[in-house]
């Protein structure tokens, strides 16, 4: 037995050092972000189909539109489920492996609500709104977008990044949201194709930045290695 609280002749500051350098390795051991936003970018190019052919418009000669959108109702809620699901299991193998825990429970709880939200506003909407205007308030428009599968993907993101004291997935995040947000989808309304590919293009462009995102993780993580 000894009361000294570092061993002879050992440096506090170094002992210090060698602590928070473990801590930070811990932490990258932790971090499956690639994996994650591969997984979400998927889960958004597969959609896309789903949003095209579930679907229903029909323009009319005084160029109003209507149209639903049963497909994003159909596909997203268990689409995003699963794919919160899958993340959670990668991130839990990986730790296992690795020795070290996963932090990744509170992001998948975070996900899961705000899908249950996103279906909840989304089936409001059909059944209050049985046709829809050609032109929206620049504010339904901002909220639609945040509470839509793209954008809600990306708040919860943004708990993942503090779970992992990731400030490039923040940064990342970030962008994607503004990327997500400020894409427009009023595009091509004389005709239903060109409705279908007004909201396409957007999520295919949301899919490319969460893909290169993956990318660009995944080639980080090499490089730390």
């Known amino acids: 037995m000894t009361t000294d609280s570092v061993p002879a ?16 390795r811990v932490r990258l051991d932790q971090r499956l972000t690639w994996v994650a936003l591969l ?9 896309i189909p789903f949003d095209w052919f579930g679907m229903s418009a029909r323009c009319l000669p005084d160029g109003s539109c209507e149209f639903a959108r049963r497909g994003v109702l159909y596909y997203w809620p268990p689409a995003l489920l699963l ?4 993340i959670v299991v990668c991130y839990v193998r990986a730790a ?18 705000l899908t249950v939200v996103f279906t909840a506003a989304w089936v409001a909407a059909a059944l209050y709104f049985p046709s829809h205007p050609v032109r ?4 339904v428009l901002l909220v639609d977008r945040l509470i839509a599968p793209w954008g809600i993907i990306a708040v919860a993101l943004l708990v993942l990044a ?31 194709w060109g409705i279908r590919a007004g909201f396409a293009i957007p999520q295919l462009i949301c ?19």
């Open 162 to 192: 503090r779970l992992e004291r990731n400030v490039a997935l923040l940064l990342f995040t970030g962008g994607y949201l503004v990327v997500a947000l400020a894409l427009p989808t009023n595009v091509g309304w004389e005709t239903s």
């Open 207 to 225: 899919a490319a930045v969460l893909l290169l995102g993956a990318i660009g993780f995944a080639a980080a993580r090499r490089r730390q290695r």
């Open 83 to 86: 794919a919160y699901a899958a």
């Open 9 to 24: 002749g050992g440096d506090p500051r170094r002992l210090l050092s060698e602590i928070r350098g473990l801590a930070h």
């Open 39 to 47: 997984v979400l970018a998927l889960v958004t190019l597969i959609g």
């Open 136 to 139: 929206f308030p620049s504010w």
């Open 96 to 113: 296992r492996a690795r020795g070290v825990g996963a932090r990744v429970l509170p992001y998948a709880i975070t996900g899961a609500a």
